[in-house]
């Protein structure tokens, strides 16, 4: 019994990172946003998305959109795709 959801755990394990493995870049996260009034921006589903006012906020199609204006990685949300 304990040793079965020992493998499901590992297996899950395995699986995850397998999904964390495809994400090869930082540019491979998809849009992301930031907020007019800082020099961040993060994925979109970030808790920090949720302090910016609807009004400030800023769209970017990719990572690389939003560097060209200037903007970094938020180091909670797009922590893991940091080298
Ligand atoms: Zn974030």
Same mark, same amino acid.
């Given at each position: 019994?304990?040793? /079965?959801? @020992? %493998?499901? =755990?590992?297996?899950?394990?395995? @699986? /995850?990172? $397998? *999904? =964390?493995? &495809?994400?090869?870049?930082? &540019?491979? %996260?998809? +849009? %992301?946003?930031? *907020?007019?009034? *800082?020099?961040? #921006?993060?994925?979109? #589903?970030?808790?920090?998305?949720? #302090?910016? @006012? +609807?009004?400030?906020?800023?769209?970017? $199609?990719? &990572?690389?959109? $939003?560097?060209?204006?200037?903007?970094? +990685? =938020?180091? %909670?949300?797009?922590?893991?795709?940091?080298?």
């Amino acid at each position: 019994m304990k040793k /079965s959801k @020992l %493998v499901i =755990c590992l297996i899950i394990f395995i @699986l /995850s990172c $397998a *999904s =964390c493995a &495809t994400l090869k870049s930082i &540019t491979d %996260v998809g +849009p %992301v946003v930031g *907020s007019i009034e *800082s020099n961040v #921006y993060h994925l979109p #589903y970030c808790h920090y998305v949720n #302090y910016i @006012l +609807p009004g400030n906020i800023i769209e970017f $199609a990719n &990572t690389d959109s $939003a560097k060209a204006h200037g903007y970094r +990685p =938020c180091l %909670v949300c797009l922590k893991r795709y940091l080298k």
